[in-house]
């Protein structure tokens, strides 16, 4: 009868309350009442391996940054128009783990409001207008972002300045260089905007591709895609939403692996791990044209108790060793997927770096006709047997796999288990070992 106790009526009442706009993950929905580390737990306690959530990344309901929330909430919340010494010093920490170029950063609430903020930068600082994403991004819901975000589909058209190229495609592709394919796209587009009449502004790009189906190597195949926006008078505006604050074990940031010095850097997601907290960090000289004329204020975007969170976040980060905690993990973790791929060879490509993996499935053995019903039978099935994930890619047939950073080797076995379970399950009688 779905989450929870009384869980149809719940639904009905959600639905009727929240309007269609609000979808759920899986075909049984989770009504989940408690999280702690990598885990999560329903109302009757049962526990999940969540492989999916960026967002608590330091961990669920982590002790250290509820305190910090907790202690600051008792004490004060205010805005960015009274001084606080908190907010000035988690604003230097934070520019310390950026490019010395990039060295002042403005906060808001969500990953949308910086990109948003960040293309009006970029505007103001080149003059132009013309912005460059993949052909399966998101960037956020605000109405600039979300004309920048094509995999929203139909319903959100394309902003009328924003061209797109596309994201590698190893399987179909093999043997292209994704650089030199990027490259050519690149100019592909900038063409397209002298046309048009239209200046080129942005280069809006996640490094690690997570919408358009995790794409994360070779490492340093946008350099010369970025190359070619800034010969052209853009701007490369790096989200780190997805691969920032350590997530690829690799590098910090998403945009150090690919070799890229940007000019304009947005984050969000696990900034505060669960409290609304985003940023758009940029050159001095790039934010002054915008930050001059146009007054910013946003009335939540760096308040007190989301910036303890947000410092509290960075301290759990180093002292835990999460970085090195994703490289390892996620490196257990893609040589596991790996083991079940030979196994089950519709398991056709594992990618990724530190903890974010993508898991690419084929509709059947050796064809490269994506299997998006497979995954989505293999994501409502791992969700059966307590192990949490979802899809991305232009199909939807890719596995996107995001464990907290806390998750263990253990943890890593388990989804690698519940893989394999799930695949020998599918469509028929189990497959020899
Ligand atoms: N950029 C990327 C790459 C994202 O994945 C997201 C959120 N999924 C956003 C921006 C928007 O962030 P938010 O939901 O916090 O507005």
């Known amino acids: 009868d779905g989450p929870g106790t009384g869980a149809g009526d719940l ?22 009442v408690r999280g702690s580390g990598a885990y999560l737990y329903d109302a009757d306690g049962r526990a999940y391996l969540d492989a999916y959530n960026n967002v608590a990344s330091v961990g669920h309901a982590h002790p250290r940054v509820a305190a910090a929330v907790a202690r600051q909430a008792a004490t004060l919340s205010t805005h960015t128009r009274y001084v606080d010494a908190g907010l000035v010093a988690y604003a230097e920490r934070l520019l310390g783990l950026l490019p010395p170029a990039v060295d002042q950063v403005m906060l808001t609430c969500t990953g949308s409001e910086a990109n948003d903020l960040a293309l009006r930068v970029a505007a103001a600082a080149t003059g132009g207008t013309g912005v460059i994403v993949t052909e399966e991004a998101y960037h956020g819901n605000t109405a600039l972002v979300t004309g920048a975000s094509p995999s929203l589909g ?20 093999p043997g292209a260089d994704p650089a030199a394919e990027l490259l050519a796209a690149v100019h592909g587009a900038l063409d397209a905007m002298a046309v048009a009449g239209v200046r080129p502004s942005a280069f809006l790009v996640d490094s690690i591709l997570s919408s358009d189906g995790v794409h994360s190597h070779p490492a340093g195949y946008l350099a010369p895609a970025v190359e070619a926006v800034r010969a052209a008078g853009g701007v490369l505006v790096a989200d780190e939403v997805q691969p920032g604050f350590a997530r690829t074990g690799s590098a910090f940031w998403g945009f150090e692996r690919h070799g890229l010095d940007p000019e304009i850097v947005t984050m969000g997601k696990p900034m505060g791990n669960g409290l609304p907290i985003a940023g758009m960090a940029a050159r001095a000289a790039v934010l002054e044209p915008f930050a001059s004329t146009v007054p910013y204020f946003n009335t939540f975007g760096g308040n007190h108790v989301s910036v303890a969170a947000a410092a509290a976040v960075l301290d759990v980060i180093e002292e835990e060793g999460l970085q090195e905690n994703a490289a390892r993990v996620g490196a257990a973790l893609r040589t596991g997927v790996r083991e079940v791929a030979a196994h089950h060879p519709v398991v056709a490509d594992v990618r990724g770096d530190g903890l974010f993996v993508g898991v690419e499935l084929v509709a059947a053995e050796g064809s490269t006709e994506p299997g998006t019903e497979l995954a989505a039978d293999v994501v409502n099935g791992m969700r059966d047997r307590g192990v949490l ?45």
Request: charged content about 25%; overall charge positive.
């Open 11 to 32: 639904l009905r009442r959600r639905a009727a309350a929240l309007g269609p706009a609000y979808r759920l993950f899986y075909r049984e929905p989770l009504e989940l």
């Open 154 to 173: 139909r319903g959100a058209p394309r902003g009328e300045h924003v061209w797109t190229v596309p994201a590698p495609d190893p399987l179909r592709r």
């Open 389 to 433: 994930t979802s899809v991305c890619g232009p199909w939807g047939s890719t596995l996107k796999v995001r464990p907290p950073l806390v998750a263990t080797e253990r943890d890593a076995a388990r989804f690698v288990e519940v893989l394999g379970e799930v695949l020998s399950a599918y469509p028929g009688p189990p497959r020899p070992a």
